[in-house]
Every structure is written in structure tokens, then in C-alpha cells.
């Protein structure tokens, strides 16, 4: 079990990685409010509350009232947060209910953003259930949904009280998901964990195999890592736009593709790509940097193939959130283990590093064999 301290302006939280947190939920909460809430609501998804719920219960006195969302992108709508707002209402929610956000990264988005508007305000705790949810997007006190105009658009910043990162869950997550969720980590060991990098280069075979200590040993790296940034700029008014390297690319992949092809972590990791280029072409990273890192996201990627317009794509990087008064905000590597945000990528340069990405994603011809 590793315990990451966050600590920022606004909260002080501990985000503990490790084995068996689910079974022991209830009595860690009863020490870290001092009591159980009266009301305590959990928001998870289907398939989780199928495979974990009797355990996720197990530890609780009393049901809690259980919140559904269905899986996917197409879920993470205003209409969604209005209608889990109602339901809180119609079953006596206060300003002293607890909510859980028990599931992936969609849950954990719109869970912590509810918490975040009812009452202007209840108290949170993120129990991520996939490899990108614990080692991303439930720490920090990101919120939000998306509007058709583009991805979390709508948000607010809102801590949890805990994070709760229970690495049994991940024994029955999809593979496809596992390498999503790596993507995040290969993030992570890219602008500011040199380290992280070569652990992932040295131990492939056994994070992919789901060896307990080299997942813990990822997930505490990756978590860390963001604690860190998120410590010294808890608003993304500055350092903290590095932990979008490869998200402004990824965005728009989405967007474009109506979240209907690729996984949150697969988009990023195309975009991770993308950026790369722009990084090379630019002379921040060598050709050698280049080459070992662009593998290392392939290893463990397994990126879905594409088949879109480069103008299209760079186009949609448009409405990424980090850009102001119409400037293109984008992350770029600098060496392995830094990373910096420039604000003059040029449309060509843009282009051409989404042409690049792109070239790398389309569809293979199939060999014919010859009799």
C-alpha cells in the first residue's frame, strides 16, 4: 500500500494505491470524517456495480443509495448531471451527504462535478476502477462533462476527501483498457519522470502481465508525479498545462470522431504522437528521443487505426481549453522528463504534425499471398 499526500491552496487529501481498499471503504471513511453521513450516495456504472458491488457494500452498515451511469462518452452530458442532481433531491440529499464516484474516469468526471453543484457543494471520494482513472483523472479536482462543442467544457475544480486507488479491480479490466489507461503513465514518465520512463521500458512483460508490484509501483509513479505538479499550480494557470501533453491532439480526435471510436487513453496517446513530431520538427527532442519514446507508446498502445482529414482534426484543436484569446496552447516534450507549453505552433507546423500522426494510423494494406 503507497499513500500520496496532495496538498494544495484549498485541500489537503490522500490518495492511497494499493490492494483490498474496497472491502475496508467504510471503516476508512468512518476515520477520516469521524463518523459515517447520514446520506451517503454512490455513483457507479452497470457492468463495475456487477462485478464489485456486493463487495463494495460489504463494508457498509447501511446501503448506501446507489446512482447509475451508463458507460460512455455519449453519457457525459449536462442531461446526465441533472438528472443524477434530481434523483439526489428526490432521495433527500443535504449539505452533509457524502458521494462516491465509484467506476472509470466518465464516473469519476461527473461524479465529482454533482458533487461539485448540489448545494454548491457536497463532499466527495473517488474510488477509480480502471488503469487512467487511479492514475489520472481522479486526483487532482478536475470536473466537468462535455458539450457538443467540444470535451469538459463544462466543469469545476472540486477536491475529494480521499482517493481510493484499489489495484484488485484492475484483474478484470479489459486489456484494451489496461493499455488506454498505460497511456497516461507514458504521459506521465514523459514530462516530468525520466525515471517512470525507463521503469516502463524495463518491465513491460510484468505490467502487462498485471504483476501486483509493478501496477502499484506505475500507478504510485504516475500519481505522484501529477501531486506534484498539482501542488504548485492547483488552477492550471501555468505548470499544470504540461499534464495536457498530447491532450490538445486527443481532443480533437475525439470530438471529431464523436467519442465512438477511440478510448480516452488511446486519443491521447495518438496525440502524444503528434506531439512528438511538432517536438522534433521544433529541435526540443532528438531524433534518438524521438524514435524510443514513439515506440514505447506503440509497445503499449496499441493505437486503433484511422482513416481522417488532417485539416479537420487540426481544425477541431481549436476549442481545447487551454487555449486563450484564439492562441493554440500546446505542450511539448523537452527531453525525456521535461516538459514546457509554447504558444506559437504556426497552422502549418499543426498540420503537419497531425498529417504525421495520422500517416502512422491509417489502415494497413493487406499482403495477398501468391500461389
Known amino acids: 500500500m503507497q499513500t500520496i499526500r496532495v496538498e494544495t491552496p484549498s485541500a489537503k487529501y490522500d490518495v492511497l494505491a494499493g490492494s483490498g481498499l474496497i472491502e475496508s471503504l467504510a471503516p476508512r471513511i468512518h476515520r477520516l470524517a469521524g463518523r459515517l453521513p447520514r446520506r451517503i450516495f454512490v455513483l457507479t456504472s452497470p ?43 428526490r432521495t433527500g440529499g443535504d449539505r452533509g451527504s457524502l458521494l462516491i464516484a465509484f467506476g472509470g474516469g466518465i464516473v469519476g468526471d461527473v461524479g465529482g462535478f454533482v458533487a461539485a453543484i448540489y448545494m454548491r457543494g457536497i463532499a466527495c471520494i473517488q474510488v477509480p476502477t480502471t488503469f487512467l482513472a487511479q492514475v489520472d483523472s481522479s486526483v487532482g479536482g478536475k470536473t466537468g462533462v462535455n458539450l457538443p462543442e467540444g470535451k469538459n467544457l463544462v466543469g469545476s475544480f472540486h477536491h475529494p476527501l480521499a482517493v481510493f486507488a484499489d489495484t484488485a479491480v484492475l484483474g478484470t479490466l479489459p486489456d484494451r483498457e489496461l493499455r488506454a489507461g498505460l497511456m497516461e503513465s507514458v504521459k506521465a514518465g514523459i514530462i516530468r519522470d525520466r525515471a517512470l520512463v525507463r521503469f516502463m521500458e524495463e518491465h513491460a512483460d510484468e505490467i502487462l502481465a498485471r504483476d501486483a508490484g509493478a501496477l502499484e509501483k506505475t500507478i504510485a509513479s504516475s500519481i505522484r508525479m501529477k501531486a506534484g505538479v498539482v501542488n504548485k ?63 514505447l ?41 521535461d516538459a514546457g507549453v509554447v504558444e506559437d505552433v504556426s497552422p502549418q507546423e499543426l498540420e503537419a504534425a497531425v498529417q504525421y500522426m495520422l500517416a502512422c494510423a491509417q489502415p494497413k494494406p493487406q499482403k495477398t499471398r501468391t500461389k
Open 47 to 89: 457492468p463495475i456495480w456487477a462485478l464489485w458491488g456486493q463487495a463494495f457494500e460489504a463494508s457498509f452498515p447501511e446501503p448506501p443509495t446507489i446512482l447509475f451511469l451508463e458507460p460512455g462518452e455519449k453519457h457525459k452530458t449536462l442531461a446526465s448531471v441533472e438528472k443524477l442532481l434530481r434523483q439526489i433531491a
Open 233 to 295: 499550480d492547483e488552477r492550471e494557470t501555468g505548470l499544470r498545462m504540461i499534464l495536457n501533453f498530447g491532450h490538445t491532439i486527443g481532443h480533437a480526435l475525439e470530438q471529431v470522431t464523436r467519442y465512438k471510436i477511440l478510448l480516452h487513453g488511446e486519443a491521447v496517446g495518438w496525440g502524444m504522437i503528434g506531439a512528438l513530431y511538432l517536438a522534433r520538427q521544433r529541435g526540443t527532442i532528438s531524433n534518438q528521443q524521438f524514435d524510443r519514446l514513439e515506440r
Open 297 to 337: 507508446i506503440h509497445f503499449y498502445g496499441r493505437l486503433p487505426q484511422l482513416n481522417l482529414h488532417a485539416k479537420r482534426v487540426a481544425m477541431a484543436t481549436g476549442t481545447d481549453k487551454k487555449n486563450v484569446g484564439g492562441v493554440r496552447r500546446f505542450v511539448l516534450p523537452l527531453g525525456i522528463g
